[in-house]
């Protein structure tokens, strides 16, 4: 009998493929299942931590990722057009970039590693002994079953397994434009464009454009407005007289964005009752999705499959159910506190006075995944 390990696992986001690759890295043969019929992520832009940097470097991945990205030189808030802070963050590491270029980074990593890519491969459910079961009748084994399959996961579905659920009164509309910086530089000289800016307004309407620069030429914008304002929340193409009223130097990138197709999103969060049961482990939005106020949830996924794929490798085969029971019970407090401070910050719309990124909130950014030794003093 072969003494290499197998893992099945369901979705190919940044949870899966992290985990994917930790796995494969670490000599487990790893098959990864996606429903879609090609591998790739069609949404805007993301901001990363150093707790999910980490995990990129040690996939080996960094210095692309690098390539790829930039950092911003301060996150800025502004209220009604007026500068609330500017946060350089000193002792964060953080880059922003497009979830595409992550994924296509995250993607390639996972062939490197030798991972099995099965697309147009749609996971019905799994079952606690360590079996996937694929739509078509196949019942895959496993010594470790990984739904890593999204918010609305099937694999969680399937196990039973009950959570409790809370949606945002607003939502966000997501774009990826191209910069326009010197049409920027035009209308507001002042402004420091390569600037994350959070522009909030909340009279005599709610209605935030988040402005996150990804890299040279592609910009993320996110366009917040509570969900029954229909004119704000209109899509697929947004209302450019409704966000230009508000927004008026931010034009050019609004005219770019009236030529795709968006979709407003809701902001969920999510708690389970369990992330493991048996063989199986949860992670991602398929165990925790939270709201976006801390750009955390990618980070967290991308934490949670490491620390999985670590923890599951130390473990002695026979006992792994016990070692993912342990594993939910160390690194599962720092996400919950995570969804915690991120919900706060969405129901209350309290970054809106912005200086967010001080103190507690800075947990899980400065979160080190890869430390053996990070749980020693608790
Ligand atoms: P997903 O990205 O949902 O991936 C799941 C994968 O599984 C998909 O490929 C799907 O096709 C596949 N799948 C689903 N069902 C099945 C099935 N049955 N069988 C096979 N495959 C299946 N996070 C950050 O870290 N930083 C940010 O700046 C940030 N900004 C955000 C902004 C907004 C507005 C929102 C809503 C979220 C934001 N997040 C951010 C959170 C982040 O996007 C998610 O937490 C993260 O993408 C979750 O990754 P995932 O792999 O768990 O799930
Ligand atoms: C990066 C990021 N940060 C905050 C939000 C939010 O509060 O909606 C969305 C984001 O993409």
């Not at 019905?124 to 470790?144: F, N, P, Q, W």
Request: with cysteine.
């Amino acid at each position: 009998m072969s003494s290499t390990r197998h893992a099945e696992i369901a979705g190919a986001g940044f949870a899966g493929l992290t985990v994917a690759t930790a796995l494969a890295q670490r000599g487990w043969s790893v098959r990864l299942h996606e429903k879609g019929t090609e591998l790739r992520e069609q949404g805007a832009g993301i901001v990363l931590f150093g707790n999910s940097l980490k995990v990129l470097e040690s996939l080996g991945v960094i210095d692309e990722i690098n390539e790829g990205s930039m950092t911003p030189p301060f996150y800025e808030t502004r209220m009604q057009n007026v500068i609330v802070s500017d946060e350089d963050m000193p002792g964060v590491w953080w880059r922003t970039l497009t979830r595409p270029f992550l994924h296509k980074v995250l993607s390639e990593a996972a062939r490197h590693a030798g991972v099995e890519i099965a697309t147009g491969s749609e996971v019905i459910g799994a079952t606690e002994s360590g079996t996937l079961r694929v739509r078509g009748g196949e019942e895959l084994e496993a010594d470790l079953v990984v739904g890593a399959d999204g918010v609305a996961s099937a694999v969680r579905d399937s196990l039973g397994i009950r959570y409790d659920r809370w949606n945002a009164k607003d939502g966000i509309t997501r774009f990826l434009v191209p910069r326009r910086k010197e049409d920027l530089q035009r209308i507001e000289p002042d402004t420091e464009w390569d600037n994350v800016i959070d522009f909030w307004n909340l009279e005599p309407r709610v209605l935030r454009v988040l402005y996150t620069p990804a890299n040279a030429r592609e910009l993320y914008i996110a366009l917040m407005a509570p969900s029954d304002d229909k004119e704000g929340s209109a899509t697929p193409t947004i209302n450019l007289d409704v966000w230009t009223s508000i927004h008026p130097q931010l034009r050019p990138v609004l005219e770019e964005a009236t030529k795709i197709d968006g979709k407003y999103f809701r902001y969920q969060t999510n708690r389970l009752e369990q992330w493991t049961k048996g063989r199986v482990a949860l992670i991602g939005d398929a165990a925790h999705a939270m709201a976006p106020a801390l750009a955390q949830g990618g980070g967290c996924a991308m934490m949670n499959a490491f620390t999985l794929a670590t923890a599951a490798t130390a473990a002695d085969p026979a006992d792994l159910p016990d070692a993912l029971v342990e594993w939910e019970r160390l690194e599962r407090p720092f996400t919950e506190r995570c969804q915690d401070r991120s919900q706060e910050y969405a129901s209350t719309r309290g970054m809106s006075q912005g200086g967010q990124f001080v103190g507690d909130n800075l947990e899980t950014a400065l979160y080190d995944p890869t430390d053996p030794n990070r749980h020693l003093a608790q």
